[in-house]
Every structure is written in C-alpha cells, then in structure tokens.
C-alpha cells in the first residue's frame, strides 16, 4: 500500500519545478541574446543579405524563365515580395543596433592593426637566388 506524499515532499517536488521552469526561461532569454549577437556581427549581416539577394534574385529570374501564367507570376512576385520585405524590415527596426555593432567591430579591427604596427619589409635575400 502506498501513502500519499508528505506536503513537505509535495512542497520541495512544487520547488524543483518552479526553478525548472526559471532556468529554462532564463536559458531562452540567453539564447536570445546570443542569437541577436551573433546575427548583428558584420560578417554575419553580410552574409544574410547576401543571401537574401540571391534568394531574390533567383525567384525574380525563375519568372522570366518559363512560360509566365497568371498563378506562378503571382505566386513568384510574393514571394520575391515577403523575402525582400522581411529582411527590409528586419534592417529598419534594429538598424541602430547594427550600426553600432558594426562600428564596434571596425574599431576593434582597427586598434588590433595599430597594435601590431606595419610588417616589416623582407630585405634579406637567400644567397642560393640568382637574379636576372
């Protein structure tokens, strides 16, 4: 025969998944975070563009490939559309925090190139090398 549980034991098992619950939130809202750093890094937006260019550029050209009917233009053209719409307004809505991201990162490049200083020019010949 089993007995029912203690309400210290129902107390700690209510504990454990409320803390579950904030951990898994907490790690959500990390996951966040680095999803949006990772996403406004320069090379990153670079690349994304990049490929949203393509994107629509090749649905745009796939329309004047075939045989146009009414249905696959308009289904071509919204498409093109939402693409080009969705990275439009991704770029309005956070173009403050790329641009600041993106400077970040070309004064960090620049102050690692003042750091390091110019390459020394090669001066020193292998004696084995002939000129002509």
């Not at 996951?31 to 563009?49: D, K, M, Q, Y």
């Not at 439009?88 to 790329?98: D, E």
């Amino acid at each position: 025969m089993t007995r029912a549980p203690t309400p210290a034991a129902i107390h700690a098992v209510e504990l454990r998944v409320e803390q579950s619950r904030r951990d898994f939130h907490d790690n959500l809202q990390r996951a966040r975070v680095e999803f949006r750093a990772n996403l406004s890094r320069p090379s990153t937006l670079i690349v994304a563009a990049g490929a949203a260019g393509l994107v629509v550029f090749w649905l745009a050209g796939r329309s004047r490939r075939r045989a146009p009917s009414t249905a696959a233009v308009a289904g071509t053209t919204s498409a093109v559309g939402l693409v080009g719409g969705l990275v439009l307004h991704y770029a309005t809505r956070h173009w403050r925090f790329i641009a600041d991201q993106a400077l970040k990162a070309l004064k960090r490049r620049q102050s690692r190139r003042r750091a390091v200083g110019p390459k020394p020019p090669d001066t020193v010949r292998p004696a084995t090398r002939t000129l002509h």
